[in-house]
């Protein structure tokens, strides 16, 4: 297990919602008995947690961090690079481990590219948690189940800044920069920035866009999804903002 990687993720728990909103709200109840306005900070926080957990919240805080669409086309790039994003850790219908749902949506995608513009695939992703890296669990869904080939697997980067160098280790003495980067849209601004201080010139092929969800009665009730999404968005931001920090 990759002790940085613990360390990141640990510390973003305690910065992020809800855990953040929790530790305020539980401190500010403790010394509510000595200031009126501590109840209030307490009720706030809940109230605050109660909003991110809607799902029409938690789908544009996403919105608001995505890559817009645009036509891809064939010249735009000489390779695909897919992006690892965890895995789903003993399957039992396939007897294994396998790609998590959303890298499963990034192969999809990545597989409509290279059937569009045959373009050659690197996917990559390592296991900072331990076990079987992401990388090869890429080329077998993409081979076996999309019919796709995979050209080169990364299996050691345990972060979107490590997916950019070492995909960049592997591709520019090939003399290939141009890439299409296949991740979640609204992971891509991230995405981007780390692939252009590795020396690429990355073209963002997101998916899995936000906001374009019917609204209903139901995208304002809270529920877990939309303080997911709300939880992923506040991640966003935090990468965004530790990569301003270093640079």
Same mark, same amino acid.
């Given at each position: 297990?990759?002790?940085?990687?613990?360390?990141?993720?640990?510390?973003?728990?305690?910065?992020?919602?809800?855990?953040?909103?929790?530790?305020?709200?539980?401190?500010?109840?403790?010394?509510?008995?000595?200031?009126?306005?501590?109840?209030?900070?307490?009720?706030?926080?809940?109230?605050?947690?109660?909003?991110?957990?809607?799902?029409?919240?938690?789908?544009?805080?996403?919105?608001?961090?995505?890559?817009?669409?645009?036509?891809?086309?064939?010249?735009?790039? %000489?390779?695909?690079?897919?992006?690892?994003?965890?895995?789903?850790?003993?399957?039992?219908?396939?007897?294994? %481990?396998?790609?998590?749902?959303?890298?499963?949506?990034?192969?999809?995608?990545?597989?409509?590219?290279?059937?569009? @513009?045959?373009?050659?695939?690197?996917?990559?992703?390592?296991?900072?948690?331990?076990?079987?890296?992401?990388?090869?669990?890429?080329?077998?869904?993409?081979?076996? %189940? !999309?019919?796709?080939?995979?050209?080169?697997?990364?299996?050691?980067?345990? %972060?979107?800044?490590?997916?950019?160098?070492?995909?960049?280790?592997?591709?520019?003495?090939?003399?290939?920069?141009?890439?299409?980067?296949?991740?979640?849209?609204?992971?891509?601004?991230?995405?981007?920035?780390? @692939?252009?201080?590795?020396?690429?010139?990355?073209?963002?092929?997101?998916?899995? !866009?936000?906001?374009?969800?019917?609204?209903?009665?139901?995208? @304002?009730?809270?529920?877990?999804?939309?303080?997911?999404?709300?939880?992923?968005?506040?991640?966003?931001?935090?990468?965004? !903002?530790?990569?301003?920090?270093?640079?």
């Amino acid at each position: 297990m990759s002790i940085s990687w613990l360390t990141h993720l640990l510390l973003g728990s305690v910065l992020l919602p809800p855990l953040s909103l929790l530790i305020l709200a539980g401190l500010a109840i403790l010394v509510s008995g000595r200031h009126a306005w501590f109840r209030r900070l307490a009720l706030a926080c809940l109230v605050l947690l109660a909003i991110l957990a809607t799902p029409w919240v938690g789908s544009h805080l996403l919105a608001m961090w995505q890559t817009p669409y645009r036509p891809l086309s064939a010249g735009m790039a %000489d390779a695909i690079v897919v992006l690892g994003g965890g895995v789903y850790e003993g399957a039992p219908e396939y007897g294994g %481990d396998t790609v998590a749902p959303f890298v499963l949506e990034r192969l999809r995608y990545a597989a409509r590219l290279h059937r569009e @513009f045959g373009k050659p695939i690197l996917v990559t992703g390592g296991r900072p948690s331990g076990g079987n890296p992401e990388a090869p669990l890429m080329k077998v869904v993409l081979e076996h %189940d !999309f019919k796709v080939p995979v050209r080169w697997v990364e299996p050691s980067s345990n %972060d979107t800044e490590e997916n950019a160098l070492y995909s960049a280790a592997m591709l520019k003495p090939l003399g290939i920069r141009r890439v299409f980067v296949v991740s979640q849209a609204w992971h891509l601004p991230r995405a981007m920035v780390w @692939f252009r201080a590795a020396g690429m010139e990355p073209v963002p092929a997101g998916t899995g !866009f936000e906001g374009y969800e019917r609204i209903t009665p139901y995208s @304002f009730v809270p529920n877990g999804y939309g303080l997911l999404m709300s939880y992923i968005a506040s991640r966003e931001a935090l990468g965004m !903002f530790w990569y301003w920090l270093r640079h």
